[in-house]
């Protein structure tokens, strides 16, 4: 599966933006999906992930009160709302897709089998 990442631009602080998560090649559907984002220099942090039904999420404690992460199967594709931004935010912001639908060490970018090309993000004060 193919993953493409895109809703990543600049914004001001406090605003919000929507990212999008679109697959082609298999439907999304058939994957837990997850969002990370990395500034250069640090590792790839972990922020939310949702299961195949959607039913299930899981966040990052420091993204659990600004971000929501949801999926609609039928337009494949995978979102992650993010509000109140902070300049901190700003990083490269990317999905990626695991084939396991329920995993205990889903924090851990290793365990993702495809990823998106990233969306940059900017936050600016």
């Known amino acids: 599966v193919q993953l493409q990442a895109s809703g990543g631009g600049s914004v001001q602080a406090g605003g919000s933006l929507r990212l999008s998560c679109t697959a082609s090649g298999r439907t999304l559907s058939s994957y837990a999906v997850a969002w990370f984002r990395q500034v250069p220099g640090k590792e790839r942090e972990f922020l939310a992930r949702i299961n195949q039904g959607g039913r299930l999420t899981y966040y990052a404690d420091s993204a659990k009160a600004r971000c929501t992460i949801s999926r609609d199967n039928a337009k494949n594709t995978v979102f992650l709302h993010m509000n109140s931004l902070k300049p901190e935010d700003t990083a490269a912001y990317y999905c990626?897709?695991?084939?396991?639908?329920?995993?205990?060490?889903?924090?851990?970018?290793?365990?993702?089998?495809?990823w998106g090309q990233g969306t940059l993000v900017t936050v600016s004060s």
């Open positions: 990626a897709a695991d084939i396991w639908d329920y995993r205990d060490d889903y924090k851990l970018p290793d365990k993702y089998d495809y």
